[in-house]
Structure formats: C-alpha cells, structure tokens
C-alpha cells in the first residue's frame, strides 16, 4: 500500500517511505514477537492463531466468527472457526487485550532499549489518533476507543494499532467498492505484487483451500484482470492501484490533523524504529509490511 505522507529523507539517511510502513512495523510486534507470543501463551492460548483472532478481535468484545470474518475480511471462513468463538472459552476478550499490550510492549522494550525518544514518538503517535471518527471503521473505532496506556512503550504500540486498523478499514472499503472478495483480494495482490509476497505463504495464513483460491482467480480473469498465466493484466493492475489510492484518501485524516512539521518530526522518529522492529520479521509476510530501507 501506499501512502500520501512521504517525508522527505524521514530518517536522515534512507529514501522517503510511506508512513503506514513505519508506524505498522512496530505494530506487527504484537504478532510475530517472540514476547507477545508467550504473552498470549501464559494466558492459555496456545497456538498462534488462537492468540491472533483473540487478540485483535478483543476491542469488539465475545465476537463470533461471522464478525471476524466480516471484519478481518481476508480469511477464510472455515478458517476462522477453528478458532472463534471457541476461544472465548479460554480467555476473555479484556484478559486478551492485557496480553497483547504486555506481549507487544515487552518485545518493543528488547528491541528499542531506553531510547530518549521513544516517548517523544509515542506522543507524536497518540496526537495522531485523537478524535478520530469512529463511523464506519469496525475495527479502527473500537481500537480507538480503549483507554491509552500510560507507559511510552506500550503507548507507541496502542497507537501504531489503531493507525493500523483504521487504515485496514478504509482499505476493507475501498475493496468492497471495487467489488472485491477477501480472497480476490488476496489473489489480485499476488498477481499485481509478486515480488512483495507469495501464493504458498499468502493463502495459507488465510486460510484458503486450492479450489477457493483458483476459483477466486477465475472470477478475476473473468473481468480481465488477469491473463491465462495468472498474472495482473494491465487493467488489474490499474485496478489494484485504484483501491491503493483509495486506500490513501481514507488514511489522510490522522495526518492532516497533526500537520506535516510534526508528521516529519514523527517520521524521523519511527525510522530507525522500525528498523529496529523488523529484525527477525518475515519477508515477504502476509500483512505485506515491506523490509525497511539500512
């Protein structure tokens, strides 16, 4: 995805990225640290995917799985019910949300030390986040309405997520717009995107069996978005970049509202952050976070 914040040389050193890139990167902690997995686990969720869905839907409190799917809009259905509402049986979505926050933090803390800045960034994060409108955003509102931790780590982390998740509304959005299922979204991001992520990895973290997945495809090449390869025709990759660009106009608000001197000033905070964040991460991964630029 792309993004309409792009500060000039944000780090002092790198090319200008996207905002989402840096701020989501210290994010996806919550779901590929080694911290926050043991966090999930202490609390009797064993499995990643009992802590993912737990986790992430706990601000909607005891949902089901048809709210999950509905919300987290790219998995499987039949995948999301190995997991919901059997879950809430083993933790409730308040102990849930203690364990993420304490996962996350806990593996912010071990990658970024003491740094100075930490509480400036999260400050900056925070301001990000206020008064964001709620209306039709099922995850960024929720998210948006937990109380803010105290503790700068923990406090980066909470708004990292809810910039993450308000942005995955607008996308979730603009792909319904476009008349785009979960799985052609999956299958359309493949096609358009190969070198950012790849079929085997993609479709198994959501979820998807051969048949779903091909046929998916199918109804894609049916509007002439990909070709008999499986590869984006030129048309689909127009349409992919018509949802991204969609994507970005939903996601602007946050950043007009904290101005674009303190946009910079975040941005050059969140850098070598989110460098920091991504060590160890998988690349390419399903949530599509890029590498960060050395």
Known sequence: MADPVRPARADGSAAARPMWTLFETVHVMSYFGPHARQAFEAAGLHGFWRGYFAGRAAPLGPVSAPVVVATFFSFSPSFVARAVPAVWELITPEDALTARVTGAAADLRERLGPASEVSRAADLLTAATEDLDGAGRPLGGPNAAL??????????????????????????????????????????????????????????????????????????????????AGTATAAGRAAYQDVEAATDVAAARPWARLGPDRTAELARLLAPMARACAVGLPYPNPVGVPRPEI
């Open 147 to 228: 109380p803010v931790p105290a503790e700068p780590l923990a406090r980066l982390w909470h708004a990292a997520t809810v910039l993450r998740e308000h942005r995955g509304d607008g996308h979730i959005g603009a792909l319904v717009a476009a008349g785009i299922g979960g799985c052609e979204a999956l299958v359309l991001r493949c096609a358009a995107d190969p070198a950012g992520v790849d079929r085997i990895r993609l479709q198994a973290a959501r979820g998807w069996t051969d048949q779903e997945w091909d046929e998916a495809a199918g109804r894609l090449s049916g509007r002439g978005w990909l070709d008999s």
